[in-house]
């Protein structure tokens, strides 16, 4: 799949109060974002309007959890596009997303989790 461009809507990067005006407006769009595998396969397509809808109902999902507008919520800082979904999801939910990383080496998992769990701690991120 190449990219696409939108024919009937304007390019425009400084008209948003904040990132999810800037996703409300591209979903109005054709375009999106690929996603590669480690050997430069496409493996995925999703559009901003598919991005969006996921995100707006990952988002009332997260709100039934009960935490408060403003609450880190730690997500896997990974490659595919359910990280997008996610970051967006808090977005439209008034949380923060705070990215954790994923493993970088093989082994090691015990030293990874204390990693993690100190990250989540120091940033208040439930």
Known sequence: MTPTT???LPFSVDS???LVDGLNYAAQGETGCNFYS?????????TYRELREDAIE????LVRFGLPRGARVAIVADTKSDFFRFFFGCQYAGLLPVPMPTPMTLGGRDAHISRLHMMMKSSSAS
Do not use: H, K, P, Y
């Open 16 to 18: 948003f109060d904040c």
């Open 58 to 61: 990952l988002a009332l999902r």
């Open 6 to 8: 939108n024919s009937d």
């Open 38 to 46: 480690a050997r430069g396969e496409l493996t995925e397509t999703l």
